[in-house]
């Protein structure tokens, strides 16, 4: 959509916008240069640089030990919650039996639900169930959180897809699950990926519930750089800020690229 | 299938009534049949949020009107509303979800206001600025503002340096921090939203008014801003919502002055054996979260059903 006022006139506006944006985005990226920094304040900008606070972080095992437990987790939850997404999503969008809306907005509802509230939920539960402070329970846990988010990327995928080539391929002797298998998913590839990428990215920046249900050797990276910010502000976290930051953004980037590449050939 | 006859050569369709009727049947069963497969398919995810989530708040719920004696009451409920220790938590979580909120808000529109304006290309280009804060996790950007809003951080110095400050300002540990925090951490949510249906309003609206001869601020203020409005609704709706059940941000740039609800429940449960007063705030928490997005939804509806 064009404008009728000239580009001279709101000048103020486009200032005020690449302001904000500016506002948006330093304050993310600043943890990168704080990590090189060889101070041991946390002034800004740093007065030499040095590898120190990867050395911190790579020599410590309460670090390392976390962040493997993060990304075991994550692996985890994204193979769960795909699957199970995935699945949900494919019933719901082809089945036409009443409860169809209700099941979606269940499936839906962690998302809008505050994350303290499933935390002691959870909490709850597992408490009963043994599942405190395990692999499995995280898993599960963050399955949970995730589902919403495949569903959504996978149903909006269903709806760009026409589904009478399923039937076509039934028709020719396929079983639905070779159909399914066979020509709907390899054409839904990027809503997988995406639902995937989310999945492992909801997972593995968790932090609520992980603070509350995991422990000990099982407890996530976001648990242990929370109890450590809360004591002092160490400026390893620097350090493991810049590896979460890249961990998390440079795949959805990398997608979004891939997307708008498509978009336009 | 029902083919009445299938002699080699050719497939008579089905003529009688009776004949008719058996299809229908059959197929009948067979639509009922594929859609309780078609149901198993979300079973498994039903469950997992089922066990983790719909029943542990059901037990909330039930939990939050037992009183002290173990007896049926509303003694929680009476606690948390009249006591002022309970009372300030709530009048201090709705002043941070204002005041985030307004904030973002007024950054928040202009913002997608000239990313809808402007080519795609270029939109696509400056979205990312929206985009890599909403993927970096929430701990990473607290710990930032951690940093830059400390006495010696950069924001103090700069202000500072250009002689706009004598002392240090007090920006973290208060109410300030979380507020610039929050902020910070909900912008992306409110401009998504918003952008995506400035973009969905025709320019042609905007081209009429001109062509009648109203002015750019006119046309603004009485065709784009109204049009606006749905998405802007929602999107608010949503950072309010969002933002009273938060529960990192105000821990870590709080510094233990600022009391949400949330923060509260965790203490309640960690520190104390009984969830009574924890169970009902949890259920006022959850109430005023849906009581809010279905208000939003109503409003949007009847937005959207006007124009």
């Known amino acids: 959509m064009e404008s009728h006022v000239p580009h001279k006139q709101r000048l103020w506006l486009y200032v005020l916008t690449a302001l904000i944006l500016i506002f948006l985005v330093l304050p993310t990226l600043i943890v990168i240069p704080m990590s090189f920094s060889s101070a041991n304040s946390l002034a800004f900008p740093p007065p030499g640089w040095s590898m120190r606070w990867y050395e911190s972080f790579f020599g410590q095992e309460k670090w390392l030990l976390s962040t493997w437990v993060s990304l075991r987790v994550a692996f985890g939850t994204m193979i769960l919650a795909t699957t199970l997404g995935t699945a949900a999503a494919y019933g719901l969008h082809v089945g036409s039996f009443a409860l169809r809306g209700t099941i979606s907005s269940v499936l839906i509802a962690p998302l809008a639900i505050p994350s303290i509230l499933l935390a002691i939920g959870m909490f709850f539960v597992y408490a009963s169930a043994g599942l405190l402070n395990s692999m499995l329970g995280l898993v599960i846990a963050h399955t949970l959180v995730a589902i919403p988010f495949v569903l959504i990327t996978m149903t909006a995928g269903f709806k760009t897809y026409d589904l009478s080539q399923e039937m076509v391929a039934r028709s020719l002797g396929a079983s639905r699950l070779k159909a399914f298998f066979t020509i709907t998913l390899p054409q839904l590839k990027f809503s997988v990926i995406s639902a995937a990428l989310l999945a492992f990215i909801v997972s593995f920046d968790e932090v609520v519930i992980s603070v509350f249900i995991s422990a000990g050797p099982n407890s996530t990276l976001t648990k242990v750089m929370f109890s450590t910010l809360r004591d002092d502000v160490d400026p390893t976290i620097a350090a493991v800020s810049t590896l979460m930051l890249i961990i998390a953004t440079v795949p959805p980037l990398v997608l979004q690229l891939l997307a708008n590449r498509k978009r336009e050939p | ?307």
């Open chain 2, 1 to 307: 299938m029902a083919l009445t006859d299938t002699s080699l050569g050719h497939i008579r369709p089905p003529v009688t009534d009776a004949e008719l009727a058996y299809n229908a049947r059959a197929l009948e069963k067979d639509r009922r049949r594929e859609n309780i497969q078609l149901l198993r398919l979300a079973l498994p995810a039903l469950a997992i949020v089922i066990i983790l989530m719909v029943a542990p708040i059901g037990w909330l719920f039930s939990l939050s009107f037992v009183g002290e004696g173990g007896g049926l009451s509303l003694e929680n409920y009476s606690r948390i509303l009249t006591e002022g220790a309970y009372v300030s938590i709530f009048v201090t979580t709705f002043k941070v979800a204002v005041l985030v909120t307004v904030f973002c808000v007024l950054l928040g529109y202009p913002v997608s206001y000239v990313l809808a304006m402007l080519p795609d290309r270029w939109a696509q280009l400056l979205l990312l600025a929206v985009l890599v804060p909403f993927w970096t996790s929430l701990l990473v950007r607290t710990y930032a503002w951690l940093v830059l809003l400390q006495r010696r951080g950069i924001v103090n110095e700069t202000l500072d340096a250009l002689g706009l400050i004598e002392r240090p300002l007090a920006l973290v540990n208060n109410m300030a921090g979380v507020v610039i925090g929050m902020v910070h951490i909900m912008l992306p949510f409110l401009i998504m939203p918003l952008y995506a249906s400035m973009k969905s309003i025709d320019g042609n609206f905007m081209r009429a008014a001109a062509n009648l001869g109203s002015s750019p601020g006119h046309a603004f203020r009485h065709v784009f801003l109204p049009l606006s409005m749905p998405g802007l609704i929602a999107g608010t709706m949503m950072v309010f919502v969002m933002c009273l059940g938060f529960y990192i941000t105000p821990s870590l740039l709080g510094g233990g002055k600022v009391q949400m609800i949330a923060q509260r429940i965790e203490q309640s449960v960690s520190l104390f054996p009984t969830w009574g007063p924890a169970s009902a705030l949890a259920v006022v928490l959850l109430v005023l979260t849906a009581g809010f997005l279905a208000l939003s939804w109503l409003i949007v509806r009847r937005l959207t059903a006007n124009q």
